[in-house]
């Protein structure tokens, strides 16, 4: 006996599929198969001397590198912010939430041109800096400080909806039973948030790898340096070598397509490791 079809409770199911494959047929896979063509145009050993030559290791050492740590600083700060944001009022909360929002806003050529004003030898953080043997703008730093400038709205905005449906009640009620803060936050708040957590470290990092337009002024884009991935592929096209351009696009493209997926697989066990079932 066959087994009948299986209903859905929103009609236009297929339809809605066959839309959304179109969709993404049109943006995402069409022009990263073009990619792809352009980069099969390179003989094996042409493809392995583009994507391993010195330069090209050393923008992606330093892109990954920049950007795993402003993810994880944006981690930490951006817990703290989404943190005061949902449990306390004051006064300027609402021009803190907006500030929040200000890289989703602000062009990141402007943002990269702000913070290289502000952290250059004469500029207002740069020049106390220096005094104290710390050089910020044109150097690996400068770069980390850019990527966790534009990434910290993408923790901020994944947690804090998860602190607002939590109840302040529970927090009280360990500290009425003893628990210390630390063990509160271990053992109350940490599972209830870290799939958001780690779901906004997922963004930013995914956001700091392919960013360009803030990294370009406060990098110096010095070879071997403070030369990111992003800008190596701009110069490779401005010198039209578009073959070796998307070689290495392609390289940064898979890398950081199986560093998401090991995320997201890590998210999916986190969900099932930390979920609350009825009668546990």
């Not at 534009?150 to 009640?169: H, K, M, N, S, Y």
């Not at 990294?215 to 096209?237: A, C, D, Q, Y």
């Amino acid at each position: 006996m066959s087994t009948p079809a299986r209903r859905h409770v929103l009609p236009g199911f297929r339809l809605s599929l066959g839309f959304t494959w179109a969709y993404v047929g049109l943006l995402v896979l069409i022009p990263l198969s073009s990619l792809f063509l352009k980069t099969f145009s390179l003989t094996w050993p042409q493809f392995w001397e583009t994507v391993t030559a010195p330069r090209a290791l050393a923008a992606y050492r330093l892109s990954f590198s920049a950007s795993l740590v402003a993810a994880l600083v944006n981690v930490v700060f951006g817990l703290l912010v989404a943190w005061v944001l949902v449990r306390y009022r004051f006064p300027g909360r609402s021009l803190v939430e907006s500030l929040v929002d200000l890289p989703f806003a602000l062009p990141t050529a402007v943002a990269g041109l702000t913070l290289t004003t502000l952290f250059s030898s004469k500029g207002w953080y740069g020049h106390h800096l220096e005094a104290l043997g710390v050089k910020v703008a044109y150097t690996s730093v400068g770069i980390a400080v850019a990527l966790t400038f534009i990434g910290l709205p993408f923790v901020v905005r994944t947690v804090q909806p998860v602190l607002e449906e939590l109840d302040a009640d529970v927090e009280e009620a360990a500290a009425t039973l003893g628990a210390t803060p630390w063990q509160t936050f271990t053992r109350v708040l940490f599972p209830a948030i870290y799939p958001a957590l780690l779901s906004g470290f997922t963004l930013a990092f995914a956001r700091a790898l392919g960013e360009y337009g803030s990294v370009v002024f406060i990098s110096g884009n010095m070879p071997l340096r403070t030369e990111i991935v992003p800008l190596l592929i701009v110069t490779k096209l401005e010198q039209y070598d578009y073959a070796g351009a998307t070689a290495i696009a392609v390289v940064m493209l898979v890398t950081s397509f199986l560093l998401l997926l090991v995320v997201n697989l890590l998210q999916r066990w986190s969900h099932r490791r930390f979920e609350v079932r009825p009668g546990a």
